[in-house]
């Protein structure tokens, strides 16, 4: 069989960074094809070449054996590809509508709204969302924006579907329910090229996997010459998923002490409701839930993003809820964002500023009134080193860095902070195997030194694996405290939603 | 009283209306262009020659489109070809449309033509106090008005105006939805500047039909002012051109009837109001939300990661 899409040797590179490096990949027909590669392997690259948003230096696009030159997305698009980025394409201003609207191909140049709406309405609804046609985009999750991303592509009639990292920001179940189309396409003879760092969608999902490794093909494995164990040796290079211990502690003192707490609440956003909690000294405390019941707004309100409505917080038995210490006390939490690209980076910004974007005025980063370049660099480079960070060239604007090294840039400037409080929203998000089983080792180093850490969270692998204790929450509040040793994954889904056991 | 003072708001206020619509057309594309005054000169000046030498206003006029419009095109290609900074190649313009009209224009300093008249619409002019203030105006008048909706309806109800719109606020999420940036942006800035040269034109042809160095007196400036008053909205612009033009047509009549006031004072005020209006305008808006085009004033680059 001949595949249906063929890339032959494809080279592109962008100023000091050999982004591909003679990559090769065949897609056949009617199958789902997973990507998989550390961060920074070039898997975005290539599919945004296959958009026709890059143009290769060198390298053969082949189509049912037909070769092809893409200048510009229209071409792909007239070629049957169909793309959702990474780092979604979205207007953000305007309504979900108009957004939907630009992927209708057959768009008449009078546009009847009322008609278009019923029509738009009957796409949204035929994929079960509860999304208001008429919000402006920057208003809902990113969940939502990822699913306008998806309506967006799925409502363009495509032969190939490309999703790049589609559920970093979906639930569990929303995921699940993107895979059901997926499956559905699929049986429809179209083919889909499918990227994801989890195990567990890759295993559930993939025809056919090819792994990358910086720019070029390593492997190519159809269904049947994989598993679990197989493809983590060609990710991390050992053959066995590592297992580790927690040692035991016995706690103590309490951090954080959070009393009825209450919220405002924003559109669509579930605030708190009389939320109560305490996180003691050294513990990793897991919040398990699906998005959008609270977890954002808690994390907002730790890190004095938002103050709260009513309600006390507690540190080390003073109250700061209101007072002056509070901002003091505040620098000592650190914060891994949501949203990576909004609220965690400063875009133009170098890779080494970024790095300490919190910490500039601190020693040893500041002399007298100037930056002491030396220790930033020095830094930096140290950083760059242990979260293995691909960072291009010096003085690359982080803007330009992958996703998955984006995210290690914030995750290793918060930790190096020595925080005693680390709140870390799904901090492994976009995050390749290798990486975010470092990112789970520095915090558990962390915690032998007595941070505290709130990990938000909706993998519950993740989890399990991380905390001392589970924290459930459902609209706004706690439905429930687990163990991680004697709970089920049954248990945590049904305190997840709203089922209050205990 | 009140009529003449309507009739003197419109009509100083048309030139501004032009430039305005010219100006938002452009900046929803995400170019921004500092050489309205520029291309107004330009266009006054090219209006001017053409009618007289044509004997014709209505060539007087396209040929002001047309001079304008090829003016604009360069600023169109440093900026959205060659992904050049759009303030600096604005402010040339601007530079370049005084210095070329003040060199050619010599020749035609002290002449004059018959300007339009007034063309009176039936039953609407009868409209007590407002209906020969303003049913009773030239076609230029009527045409700008007709533009305003025209644009509204252009932005918001048409195919070619949602993707116009898109690409001025995300052009990443237009061109992968397969819209070409460039040519969406090139045909802006044209179209847009032809409109700033008719309202340099509406100065030389129908406000005061002769020709005079720099005779736009920093109303391109103004209308630089006005599209961020407006909200990058056509009915919005037509408000704040005829606020402007009524406070300069009172400051006018003021000083005609011999105030103590210095002149210096009143000519100041209309430039005093709209910058006092423009920082209510921006006071007023919702939390988080910006009317102006998010990718405002930077070039597309396909390749680059925003
Ligand atoms: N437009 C660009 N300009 C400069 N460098 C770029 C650009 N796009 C990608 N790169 C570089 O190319 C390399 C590959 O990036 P790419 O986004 O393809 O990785 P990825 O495999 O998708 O990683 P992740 O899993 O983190 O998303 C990175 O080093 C990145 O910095
Ligand atoms: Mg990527």
């Given at each position: 069989m001949?595949?249906?899409?063929?890339?032959?040797?494809?080279?592109?590179?962008?100023?000091?960074?050999?982004?591909?490096?003679?990559?090769c990949l065949n897609v056949y027909q009617g199958e789902i094809h997973t990507?998989?590669?550390e961060n920074g392997a070039g898997k975005s690259t290539l599919m945004n070449?296959?958009?026709?948003?890059?143009s290769p230096d060198s390298g053969n696009l082949l189509i049912n054996g037909q070769p092809y030159i893409f200048r510009s997305p229209k071409d792909s698009i007239k070629a049957g590809i169909g793309m959702v980025h990474q780092h979604f394409m979205l207007v953000y201003n305007h309504t979900v509508f108009e957004n939907i609207l630009l992927a209708v191909s057959d768009l008449p140049f009078w546009l009847d709204k009322k008609k278009l709406r019923i029509r738009i309405k009957e796409i949204v609804d035929r994929f079960g969302l509860s999304i208001d046609l008429d919000e402006p985009i920057r208003k809902l999750s990113i969940g939502q924006q990822q699913w306008v991303e998806l309506i967006k592509l799925l409502i363009r009639d495509c032969k190939v579907l490309i999703l790049d990292e589609p559920t970093a920001v979906l639930t569990p179940q929303e995921s699940d329910r993107l895979f059901g189309f997926l499956k559905r396409f699929k049986e429809e003879g179209r083919s889909v090229i499918f990227i994801s760092h989890k195990m567990r969608e890759v295993m559930e999902l993939s025809d056919r996997v090819t792994v990358l490794k910086k720019g070029t093909t390593v492997k190519e494995l159809a269904r049947g010459e994989f598993d679990e164990n197989v493809l983590a040796g060609l990710m991390i290079g050992t053959d066995e998923i590592p297992v580790w211990e927690r040692e035991k502690k016995q706690f103590t003192e309490n951090v954080l002490t959070i009393e009825h707490l209450f919220a405002d609440k924003e559109k669509n956003m579930s605030d708190l409701i009389d939320f109560s909690l305490e996180l003691r000294k050294g513990e990793i405390l897991g919040i398990a839930g699906v998005a959008g019941n609270g977890q954002k707004t808690l994390a907002e309100v730790l890190t004095g993003l938002k103050p709260p409505v009513s309600g006390k917080i507690f540190a080390d038995g003073k109250d700061i809820t209101n007072a002056d210490s509070r901002k003091a006390y505040i620098a000592g939490i650190a914060h891994v964002p949501e949203d990576r690209k909004s609220m965690g980076i400063a875009p133009e910004m170098t890779v080494d500023e970024n790095l300490i974007l919190k910490s500039y005025k601190e020693k040893p980063f500041r002399k007298f009134i100037f930056q002491n370049f030396k220790a930033i660099k020095e830094n930096a480079e140290k950083q760059i080193a242990d979260f293995a960070i691909k960072a291009g060239p010096k003085g690359t604007p982080i803007r330009l860095l992958s996703g998955g090294n984006i995210q290690k840039v914030i995750i290793a400037r918060e930790l190096s902070m020595r925080p005693s409080v680390l709140v870390a929203l799904y901090p492994t998000r976009g995050l390749d195997m290798g990486s975010a089983e470092y990112v789970h080792k520095v915090i558990m180093d962390a915690r032998k030194d007595n941070m505290s850490t709130i990990v938000i969270s909706e993998d519950l692998d993740e989890l399990l694996k991380l905390s001392d204790r589970i924290a459930v929450m459902f609209r706004g509040r706690i439905t429930g405290i687990v163990d991680p040793e004697h709970?089920?994954?049954e248990e945590i889904g049904l305190l997840m939603s709203g089922e209050t056991v205990q | 009283m009140i009529e003449i003072l309507l009739f003197a708001t419109i009509k100083a206020g048309t030139p501004l209306l032009f430039a305005t619509l010219g100006a938002i057309l452009m900046e929803r594309s995400g170019v921004i262009n500092l050489g309205v005054?520029?291309?107004?000169?330009?266009?006054?000046?090219?209006?001017?020659?053409a009618a007289h030498t044509a004997d014709s206003l209505f060539i007087g006029v396209i040929a002001a489109f047309f001079a304008a419009m090829a003016a604009g095109a360069i600023h169109g290609f440093i900026c959205v070809y060659l992904r050049g900074n759009q303030i600096v190649s604005g402010l040339s313009l601007t530079m370049f449309g005084i210095g070329i009209t003040s060199l050619f224009g010599r020749s035609f300093v002290g002449l004059t033509i018959a300007g339009f008249s007034k063309v009176e619409i039936p039953v609407l002019s009868k409209i007590p106090y407002i209906g020969q203030a303003i049913f009773n105006q030239d076609v230029l008048v009527y045409f700008s008005i007709i533009l305003v909706a025209a644009m509204h309806i252009f932005l918001y109800r048409t195919k070619t105006g949602l993707y116009l719109r898109s690409v001025g606020e995300n052009p990443g999420a237009a061109d992968t939805s397969g819209i070409n940036v460039g040519l969406y942006r090139m045909s802006a800035v044209l179209v847009g500047s032809g409109l700033a040269g008719i309202g340099g034109a509406y100065?030389?042809?129908?406000?005061?039909?002769f020709w005079v160095e720099n005779m736009t007196a920093g109303r391109g400036w103004i209308a630089v002012a006005l599209v961020i008053f407006a909200q990058w909205n056509s009915t919005r612009a037509m408000a704040g051109a005829y606020l402007f033009g009524g406070i300069n047509a009172v400051q006018l009549r003021m000083q005609a009837m011999g105030t103590s006031l210095s002149p210096h004072l009143l000519m100041m005020l209309p430039y005093l109001f709209t910058i006092a209006v423009l920082v209510m305008a921006t006071l007023r808006l919702e939390k988080g939300s910006t009317p102006e085009p998010e990718a405002l004033g930077t070039a597309y680059d396909r390749e680059d990661r925003k």
């Open positions: 001949e595949a249906l899409l063929k890339v032959e040797s494809v080279v592109k590179t962008f100023p000091g960074v050999k982004a591909l490096d003679g990559v990507l998989l590669g070449v296959l958009n026709g948003l890059y709970t089920s994954r | 005054e520029g291309l107004m000169l330009v266009g006054a000046l090219t209006g001017f020659a100065l030389s042809l129908a406000y005061t039909p």
